[in-house]
């Protein structure tokens, strides 16, 4: 994995960070709604309390679809930059590791890819040797 990917991975995970805790202060804030005695002292700080733990929980969703969507964003500004030939090429392999490997396809490809970028290759050279490899060329 890359840095660029790492920063989608994290805006995921501090999405499901949001999402877990705010579930669970809604849990305890519930369990002390119910308690009548406090209900009455409190109300208005449980309201408050409320109001945070809800938008605590869409701010972890939005932070999990913005992580997915900046992920896709940076896979598909890599297919643009690729030459035409590298490009078919690289939409026929990440179809055949998709019918594979199904919703992780594209990423095994992509960090197959990152794998040889680090050896030395460049991007193009890359998927041609991912291609050969796989017999596509």
């Known amino acids: 994995m890359n840095k660029n990917q790492w920063v989608g991975t994290a805006l995921q995970l501090i999405g499901l960070c949001y999402v877990i ?3 669970f202060g809604g849990l305890v ?21 409320g109001l945070f733990l809800f938008l605590s929980f869409v701010t972890g969703i939005v932070s999990i ?3 997915t969507i900046f992920a896709e964003k940076l896979r598909m500004m890599k297919v643009e930059e690729l030459k035409e030939p590298e490009r078919s090429i690289y939409e026929k392999l990440a179809a055949a590791y ?11 490809l992509d960090n197959k890819i990152e794998a040889y970028i680090e050896k030395g290759f460049t991007r193009e050279e890359a998927i041609q040797k991912i291609a050969k490899e796989e017999g596509y060329t």
């Open 21 to 23: 805790s705010s579930v």
């Open 29 to 49: 804030l519930l369990s002390l709604a119910s308690y009548a005695p406090y209900a009455r002292e409190f109300g208005v700080i449980l309201i408050l309390t």
């Open 65 to 67: 679809i913005a992580g």
């Open 98 to 108: 998709n019918k594979i490997y199904s919703a992780y396809g594209q990423s095994r």
